[in-house]
C-alpha cells in the first residue's frame, strides 16, 4: 500500500481526533505496522508538505506535522462519503458544468478532471460534467481554487429528455465496473469480517492486529470515492451493491474499532498529547455512520 495513501488514511480516521497533529515518530511507529520503512515515510510526509496537504512546527528537536485547511476540507469531505451509508434524496435536478480550458493551459484542465472526478461528477459529453447531486458548493469552491471564471458555465437544470435519467447516468458513469468492484470488496470482506469478529469476541485478536485490519479497512473502501459518485437511489440500478458494501463496512469497521483505538492511543500518548483528544470522537461508531 502506496506510504502517502496510508498517511492520509491514518490522519482521515485518527490524528484528526487527537488534536490534527503527530510527532514524525509516532507516525513512522504507526506505518511501520504496515511494513513501510522509515525513509518512505519521511520521504512522503515532506511530499505532503510541499504540496500543501500538510504543514510542520518544530518543538525542540521534535517535528510534529498537522493537516493544513485544505487537507482538514478534504479529509471532511471525504469522511461525510465514506460514513455516510446512504444517499441523499434526488430533487430531480443536474447539476451541470461546462468549460473551456485552453490547450496552453492542460495542466489545469487535467487537475480539474481529477477533481470534478473526486467530486462525483460523470462526463456526458466532452468537457460536460454532471450530477445529480447538491454539488454547488464544491463547484465554487474549485472556481475560485484554480482561478478559472473566464473558462467555465455552471447550470442547474431539468432533464427533459427524450432518453430517461437513468440512460443518462448509463451514458456519463459505468456502473457495470463500479458493481464488480464492490462484489470484490464484498467477496474479500464478508468473509474476513466473520473471521475477525469471532477472534474479537473470543479475545484472540491483538489490538495492534485490529489496528492495521481496521485501517486496511478504511484505505481500501476509501478507493470507492475516486469511482463512485454517490447517485441517489432513484438512479441506481435494482441490483446495486453499494448499499451492501456500505452495510458490510460499518459492521466490520464497528467490530475493529475499539481495540483498535486503543492501540493508536498506546503509540500516539508517547510524544503527543493524548488530552487533545476531540470530545466528540466516538472510537467505536463514527458521528457521520448512521443506518438511516
Same mark, same amino acid.
Given at each position: 500500500m502506496n506510504t502517502r495513501s496510508m498517511i492520509f488514511t491514518l490522519?482521515?480516521?485518527? /490524528?484528526?481526533?487527537?488534536? !490534527?497533529?503527530? +510527532? /514524525?515518530?509516532s507516525l513512522i511507529q504507526l506505518l511501520k505496522e504496515f511494513g513501510h520503512n522509515e525513509q518512505s515515510i519521511r520521504?512522503? /510526509?515532506? *511530499?505532503? !508538505? =510541499?504540496?500543501? +496537504?500538510?504543514?510542520?512546527?518544530k518543538e525542540g528537536n521534535k517535528s510534529f506535522y498537522f493537516l493544513s485547511d485544505r487537507g482538514v476540507s478534504r479529509m471532511d469531505e471525504a469522511a461525510e462519503r465514506i460514513f455516510k451509508l446512504r444517499n441523499d434524496k434526488w430533487d430531480? =435536478? %443536474? *447539476?451541470?458544468?461546462?468549460?473551456? /480550458?485552453?490547450?496552453? =493551459? *492542460? !495542466?489545469?484542465?487535467?487537475?480539474? *478532471? =481529477?477533481?470534478?472526478?473526486w467530486s462525483g461528477f460523470g462526463t456526458l459529453s466532452n468537457s460536460c460534467w454532471i450530477s445529480p447531486n447538491r454539488l454547488d458548493k464544491q463547484v465554487e469552491n474549485l472556481i475560485a481554487k484554480y482561478g478559472i471564471e473566464d473558462y467555465v458555465h455552471f447550470f442547474v437544470s431539468e432533464h427533459k429528455g427524450p432518453r430517461t435519467s437513468r440512460q443518462v447516468v448509463e451514458e456519463s458513469w459505468n456502473l457495470d465496473d463500479i458493481n464488480k468492484r464492490y462484489q470484490s470488496f464484498i467477496s474479500t470482506y464478508s468473509e474476513k469480517f466473520i473471521i475477525d469478529k469471532n477472534k474479537i469476541e473470543k479475545g484472540s485478536m491483538p489490538d495492534g492486529e485490529c489496528f492495521v485490519e481496521r485501517t486496511k479497512l478504511v484505505h481500501e473502501y476509501r478507493k470507492f470515492?475516486?469511482?463512485?459518485?454517490?447517485?441517489?437511489?432513484?438512479?441506481?440500478?435494482?441490483? %446495486?451493491?453499494g448499499v451492501y458494501a456500505a452495510a458490510l463496512f460499518s459492521d466490520y469497521y464497528r467490530a475493529l474499532a475499539e481495540p483498535a483505538s486503543r492501540f493508536f492511543e498506546s503509540i500516539f500518548r508517547e510524544g503527543n498529547e493524548i488530552t487533545r483528544r476531540s470530545r466528540e470522537y466516538n472510537a467505536f461508531s463514527h458521528p457521520l455512520m448512521v443506518n438511516e
Amino acid at each position: 500500500m502506496n506510504t502517502r495513501s496510508m498517511i492520509f488514511t491514518l490522519y482521515g480516521d485518527y /490524528i484528526r481526533h487527537y488534536g !490534527n497533529e503527530i +510527532w /514524525i515518530g509516532s507516525l513512522i511507529q504507526l506505518l511501520k505496522e504496515f511494513g513501510h520503512n522509515e525513509q518512505s515515510i519521511r520521504a512522503a /510526509i515532506s *511530499r505532503m !508538505n =510541499k504540496q500543501g +496537504w500538510v504543514q510542520s512546527r518544530k518543538e525542540g528537536n521534535k517535528s510534529f506535522y498537522f493537516l493544513s485547511d485544505r487537507g482538514v476540507s478534504r479529509m471532511d469531505e471525504a469522511a461525510e462519503r465514506i460514513f455516510k451509508l446512504r444517499n441523499d434524496k434526488w430533487d430531480g =435536478k %443536474w *447539476r451541470m458544468l461546462l468549460y473551456t /480550458i485552453p490547450e496552453a =493551459k *492542460r !495542466n489545469l484542465r487535467d487537475e480539474l *478532471r =481529477k477533481e470534478l472526478v473526486w467530486s462525483g461528477f460523470g462526463t456526458l459529453s466532452n468537457s460536460c460534467w454532471i450530477s445529480p447531486n447538491r454539488l454547488d458548493k464544491q463547484v465554487e469552491n474549485l472556481i475560485a481554487k484554480y482561478g478559472i471564471e473566464d473558462y467555465v458555465h455552471f447550470f442547474v437544470s431539468e432533464h427533459k429528455g427524450p432518453r430517461t435519467s437513468r440512460q443518462v447516468v448509463e451514458e456519463s458513469w459505468n456502473l457495470d465496473d463500479i458493481n464488480k468492484r464492490y462484489q470484490s470488496f464484498i467477496s474479500t470482506y464478508s468473509e474476513k469480517f466473520i473471521i475477525d469478529k469471532n477472534k474479537i469476541e473470543k479475545g484472540s485478536m491483538p489490538d495492534g492486529e485490529c489496528f492495521v485490519e481496521r485501517t486496511k479497512l478504511v484505505h481500501e473502501y476509501r478507493k470507492f470515492l475516486f469511482v463512485d459518485p454517490g447517485l441517489p437511489d432513484e438512479l441506481l440500478p435494482d441490483q %446495486w451493491l453499494g448499499v451492501y458494501a456500505a452495510a458490510l463496512f460499518s459492521d466490520y469497521y464497528r467490530a475493529l474499532a475499539e481495540p483498535a483505538s486503543r492501540f493508536f492511543e498506546s503509540i500516539f500518548r508517547e510524544g503527543n498529547e493524548i488530552t487533545r483528544r476531540s470530545r466528540e470522537y466516538n472510537a467505536f461508531s463514527h458521528p457521520l455512520m448512521v443506518n438511516e
